[in-house]
């Protein structure tokens, strides 16, 4: 499935059928490895958590609009989080992928602060001299310190917890109380609660881990929880493998994964679910909660990385894109493919001069076109020569002017004219879709369960299968008109009409395929939704709606729309700008 600007390739793996527009349950995406930031954790000489960054930045895309400004602090709640500027001012900003309104008439504190934890509903900061002031639900711990200073806070997410005080006492409310000690270096209460004292580290409150030792940090996350002393990082009850445990200074938890301090630069650590989770090495400042970390950058930028978030955007350099659940792929200048996403599954270059293992092994790059989806994709080199990853037996010998990939199967437009279609030969679902026409046409693309192409004189002819288990995904005839390009979607086709008009064909829940009035340069068509760009380069969107208001905007020369999204969330757009930019929103 691809847009129609440029010819693409998509590739769609037959794993797990996701039912259009119903918000059935995505498969998760596979893991590299254990280590979140490998190259930190294997020793302290370098200034990056992912090698790749040196040579491609990356950006991140959030569900909602980071805070913009010079930082130096950040922490994390249950509707959002907070910031510290350099002039130790505080602002406290909303995360969809964190549940939970605000508390309605909260007022934040003038400052200046130090510290800071929480979030807009409850919270709490402090200055260097540990004087402390709580807000919305976590006013109850500012009572209960009484005015002495404070060294530490840990807040659950209805604001409870306790307090570590300058002199080492330890202070809590609500379900964490009594505390359990009096004395403490270090308190984390979001999972469960447990302390770090001289003596080792004790747990209560759903939570009964004990390590003895002498600790001064400590962190939960999930099951499991670690704790930093001079001999090195312990945990208990953590079941993976654990990285280096020499040189850490500091340990956080949240559900599934651990950030920390080792031998100065930020460190993380977890489950491969948990892979997606990359933090800066050089990081100013770091906070955890639930699958997510978010981070103060060396340049006091704010990334998130985790539940909801997007890692890995490339900044520059990008000549296409495609989107197609919850991440996608991009074609960089240089002919390498670097995917993104909570859900591609791949992250990073993966074939071309900056290729990986898989890369080398599959022959690939630089490459001329590109689409991929989840875990695989393909690539046409200026050969025509496909080089895939996933379940496709792809034929051995064939070049292809232009190749698209459905759901399972894989159709493209020989040197000749003609069309070849393939797919896993293991799967006898797609028998009747990898079955094309004959004639010789200009370009393929492929849906979930049927075909089109397009003629040199701008016919299109569609094939494929009539429905789809009790779901009827109707194959419908192409309209009678000519067309210069075409798009597939999860289970509609749009294409561009000589005049510029738009006509869209195929399944229709939520308007995706009555497009709006005027001339479009491109579109591409996604699930429930599908995206153009008109005469001026403008993004526009139609069908169901999502996030008002959140379309990139500006000029761009591509676009392209999630082609799968679960009913009710939003869908990932993105569009290439001239300048070779990269820039994603939502719809």
Same mark, same amino acid.
């Given at each position: ?9 998509? =590739? ?13 349950? &995505?498969?998760?995406?596979?893991? $590299? +490895? ?24 990356? !950006? ?9 400004? %010079? ?6 709640? &249950? ?16 995360? +969809? ?42 006013? &109850? ?21 306790? &307090? ?22 270090? *308190? ?12 080792? *580290? ?15 940090? !400590? ?46 630069? =930020? ?81 990073? %270059? ?13 022959? +690939? ?32 010998? !064939?070049?292809?002017?232009? /190749? ?7 159709? +493209? *437009? ?18 009747? =879709? ?33 429905? #789809? ?37 195929? $399944? ?5 395929? *009555? ?19 008109? /005469? ?27 082609? #799968? ?7 990932? =757009? ?14």
């Amino acid at each position: 499935m691809g847009s129609s600007a440029v010819p693409e390739v998509a =590739v769609f793996p037959m794993l797990m059928f996701v039912l259009a527009c119903t918000g059935a349950a &995505a498969e998760p995406a596979p893991s $590299r +490895g254990d280590d979140l930031n490998a190259e930190t954790l294997a020793g302290s000489g370098g200034t990056s958590g992912d090698a790749r960054a040196a040579t491609s930045p990356m !950006v991140t895309l959030a569900p909602d609009p980071l805070p913009t400004g %010079d930082f130096v602090a950040i922490s994390l709640g &249950a509707a959002g989080g907070c910031t510290l500027d350099v002039a130790g001012a505080l602002g406290c900003f909303p995360l +969809g992928s964190l549940s939970g309104p605000p508390a309605p008439g909260v007022k934040l504190p003038p400052g200046p602060f130090a510290h800071v934890w929480g979030d807009a509903s409850a919270g709490c900061a402090s200055t260097d001299a540990g004087k402390a002031v709580c807000w919305g639900g976590a006013e &109850a711990m500012e009572a209960a310190i009484g005015g002495r200073a404070v060294k530490e806070f840990s807040l659950d997410y209805s604001g409870q917890g306790c &307090a570590v005080l300058a002199d080492e006492q330890l202070v809590c409310v609500g379900r964490m109380a009594p505390a359990p000690v009096a004395r403490a270096r270090d *308190v984390e209460t979001t999972s469960g609660a447990c302390v770090a004292t001289a003596t080792g *580290v004790q747990c209560w409150a759903y939570r009964d881990h004990a390590i003895a030792g002498d600790f001064t940090d !400590v962190g939960v996350a999930g099951f499991g929880t670690c704790a930093v002393s001079s001999e090195g990082l312990r945990c208990e009850g953590y079941a993976r493998p654990l990285p280096p445990t020499d040189g850490w200074t500091e340990i956080e938890g949240g559900f599934d994964h651990f950030c920390g301090r080792r031998h100065g630069l =930020v460190a993380c650590f977890g489950p491969p679910e948990s892979e997606g989770v990359r933090v800066p090495a050089d990081a100013r400042a770091y906070a955890v909660a639930s699958g997510m970390t978010c981070w103060v950058a060396a340049d006091g930028s704010l990334g998130c990385a985790g539940g909801g978030f997007h890692p890995g955007l490339p900044v520059g350099g990008v000549r296409d894109v495609t989107v197609t659940e919850e991440g996608g792929c991009a074609l960089l200048a240089n002919g390498d493919i670097h995917c993104f996403g909570e859900r591609s599954g791949l992250g990073g %270059d993966l074939f071309g001069s900056a290729a990986g293992a898989a890369g080398a092994a599959a022959g +690939g790059g630089p490459f001329v076109s590109m689409s991929a989806d989840k875990h695989v994709g393909c690539g046409l080199d200026a050969a025509g020569a496909p080089r895939c990853w996933g379940p496709l037996a792809v034929p051995p010998g !064939v070049t292809f002017r232009q /190749l698209d990939v459905g759901l399972g199967y894989a159709c +493209g *437009v020989r040197t000749d004219g003609t069309l070849q279609c393939f797919d896993n030969a293991d799967d006898a679902y797609t028998s009747e =879709v990898a079955a094309p026409p004959a004639g010789t046409f200009t370009t393929v693309q492929s849906a979930v369960t049927w075909s089109c192409a397009l003629a040199p004189d701008g016919r299109v002819s569609c094939w494929g299968k009539k429905d #789809y288990s009790d779901f009827r995904y109707e194959l419908q005839p192409p309209p009678d008109d000519t067309f210069t390009s075409i798009s597939a979607g999860y289970n509609h086709h749009c294409g561009i009409v000589r005049d510029g008009t738009i006509r869209c064909w195929g $399944r229709d829940r939520f308007g995706e395929t *009555v497009p709006p009035a005027g001339a479009f340069l491109q579109v591409d068509a996604g699930e429930c939704k599908t995206c153009a760009l008109d /005469l001026g380069g403008v993004i526009r969107c139609w069908g169901r709606e999502d996030a008002p208001g959140r379309i990139p905007a500006g000029a761009f020369v591509r676009v392209a729309v999630e082609k #799968y999204n679960d009913e009710g969330t939003p869908g990932m =757009v993105c569009g290439v700008r001239s300048d070779g930019t990269l820039a994603c929103g939502w719809f």
